[in-house]
């Protein structure tokens, strides 16, 4: 049972457009939502995070909404840049298992000149 | 800063054998975590430290053991190595349980160990 699901495994997107990369999840006790970046051969790393009490966050061409009634959140990246090409991940956590962290399988963003 | 180090980066074992990955932290965080990732899909919760002394089942705890006995390192044991056991292994660590306010929850990854069995 797949609590937080990543329906596009890959996307390409021209670079200097917008790149947005989507995760829906199950699980409505979730309240704590991050996308992690990940390069081959290295270990994932944070990118961003939103918490359940907001519906968007902004860190510099990073941007995070979130839709709790549709159980829906997205990553949108403006404007997209060849270093962005990476396999992101989404990931989300409840309060009542605070030291567990659910990911989704990943998205490849490659972006083209 | 070290951050987070995997020993080792690369292994293969024979079905039957046994192993320990080295986990080893040096950012005084409390929380530690093993994940695998299997191709395609995302990274399993194996098992997960909220510190010395204290550990836990994760989503798929069969087949392998930790201990933690300090706050720096978290080995994870694998007993009678499997081929479904072929994949690369995550240790991460963070400072408090993931949340908010930023800066406290985010995990942050090893550079994972490729392991496979055959």
């Known amino acids: 049972d797949q609590q937080v699901k990543q329906n596009s495994p890959s996307l390409s997107v021209q670079e200097g457009r917008i790149s947005i990369l989507n995760c829906d999840y199950t699980?409505?006790?979730?309240?704590?939502f991050l996308w992690y970046k990940k390069y081959p051969a290295e270990g994932p790393t944070f990118l961003i995070s939103i918490s359940s009490i907001k519906d968007k966050n902004e860190d510099g061409r990073f941007t995070v909404f979130l839709n709790k009634s549709a159980k829906h959140l997205s990553l949108h990246i403006v404007p997209s840049q060849p270093g962005d090409s990476a396999v992101y991940f989404c990931?989300?956590?409840?309060?009542?298992?605070?030291?567990?962290?659910?990911f989704g399988s990943g998205t490849r963003l490659s972006i083209r000149p | 800063n070290a951050g987070v180090t995997q020993t080792p980066k690369f292994r293969i074992l024979k079905i039957g054998q046994s192993m320990t990955l080295q986990c080893a932290q040096d950012?005084?965080?409390?929380?530690m975590y093993w994940y695998r990732q299997d191709p395609g899909m995302g990274l399993k919760l194996i098992y997960y430290s909220v510190g010395a002394g204290i550990t836990d089942k994760g989503e798929v705890p069969n087949g392998y053991n930790v201990s933690r006995s300090t706050t720096e390192d978290f080995p994870l044991r694998l007993e009678l190595a499997a081929p479904s056991q072929t994949s690369v292994y995550f240790c991460?660590?963070?400072?408090?349980?993931?949340?908010?306010?930023?800066?406290?929850?985010?995990?942050?990854f090893g550079e994972g160990s490729r392991l496979t069995v055959l």
């Open positions: 990931a989300a956590s409840e309060d009542s298992s605070a030291s567990k962290i659910i």
């Open positions: 991460a660590s963070s400072y408090s349980r993931p949340g908010p306010p930023r800066g406290t929850g985010e995990l942050f």
């Open positions: 699980n409505s006790m979730f309240d704590y």
């Open positions: 950012m005084n965080h409390n929380y």
